[in-house]
């Protein structure tokens, strides 16, 4: 099991930067990849960038120049640093963690709020 807990949410105006934090505990030995899904309102959750084990990222093409995705050494904090950032760009922001137990996202964090001003 692991617990996950998001912060660095926000307003900025458009142009802004924002840096999202995901704290990671427990059971990280099991973590085979962590990821940023977004949810606007009255839209599907999507899937904004990931990083798996290796190091590997993959990003949504919506994100990609703008947004970076980083981990620390210890590998227990995973960043989302998001540049130019639009209007469209508001959601709430939820970390997850995909396991060796399973292929699907079974860890969550309870979200981080990002608005984004015109």
């Known amino acids: 099991q692991v617990q996950l807990v998001e912060s660095g949410g926000g307003l900025v105006q458009a142009g802004g930067s924002l840096r999202l934090s995901c704290a990671a505990s427990?059971?990280?030995?099991?973590?085979?990849?962590v990821g940023w899904y977004r949810q606007a309102s009255g839209k599907q959750r999507e899937l904004v960038a990931s990083i798996a084990r290796n190091g590997v990222t993959v990003y949504a093409d919506s994100v990609k120049g703008r947004f970076s995705i980083s981990r620390d050494i210890a590998k227990t904090t995973v960043y989302l640093q998001m540049a130019d950032l639009k209007p469209e760009d508001t959601a709430v922001y939820y970390c997850a963690a995909r396991s060796i137990y399973s292929d699907v996202w079974g860890s969550w964090g309870q979200g981080t709020q990002v608005n984004v001003s015109s």
């Open positions: 427990g059971n990280m030995n099991s973590v085979t990849a």
